[in-house]
């Protein structure tokens, strides 16, 4: 696994792994931190996108559905549970990532979807489809989630600009297909103040599962798991530790 998934923190010894996928614009060290606060509870795995950092010169993915390929076919057969983590746009990539699973009969034990509203949905806001650097610094100023000077560095939006325009073209060009709901836990985290993500909006992602359901609403906005590292950090051990629990007798590992 050394193309797609990268991983901080082996952990071998975990009951579970936990697969992450980055935002829009993303890269896999955005999960650098978190992946430290769950470490031996879960082993971390973290999706890195190409057309960034040490995959800068492959071309950017023009589908989702490309994604979610790419990142089946690496990852490792393996007979622990596994759980999805993603945020913001990483949310429908995980989503889209269970529903793949599950199909397969290979079902995740947890879906966590962050700082996004339920894909049932319609989005309310969308930028072009090929937005223009002015309109890109406009989102990511509205969203907060990059430091002021960084924004103000051409040197930066350089090299931010271009894998951000990519995926917004790829969100542009995705909708969420019928499907069956999912049969696993499904957890949503968001900020009370986000400016793209509303409260009942992400309440709506409880329709994309025939288990339980579990939103939890946290100070800040966008990017409020910024601020709230520690707290997201207990809910995936508590859940995860609840779901391995459940599965561990039916798990053959021979």
Known sequence: MDNWIRRFHPAPGARMR???FPHAGGTAGSYHALSASVEGAVEPLIVQYPGRLDRFTEPFAERLDDVVDA???ELDAD???????????????????????????RAPAVLFVSGREGPSLPVRTRLPESPSDDELLAELRLLSGTAAELL???EFLQLALPPLRADY????????PPG??????????????????SVDGVGAWERETDGP???HVLPGGHFYLDDHRAYVADVITSVCGSAVSAVQPFISFG
Do not use: E, I, K, Q
């Open 71 to 73: 990142v089946l076919d």
């Open 213 to 215: 359901f579990t939103r």
């Open 180 to 197: 069956p709901p999912l049969g696993c836990p499904v957890v949503a985290l968001t900020g009370d103040s986000d400016p793209r993500v």
């Open 79 to 105: 007979d622990r549970p596994l759980a999805l983590f993603g945020h913001s746009m990483g949310a429908l990539l995980a989503f889209a990532t269970a529903r793949r699973l599950a199909a397969a009969g």
């Open 152 to 154: 103000d560095s051409p």
């Open 169 to 176: 073209r790829m969100l542009a060009a995705y909708s969420c």
């Open 18 to 20: 936990l697969l992450c």
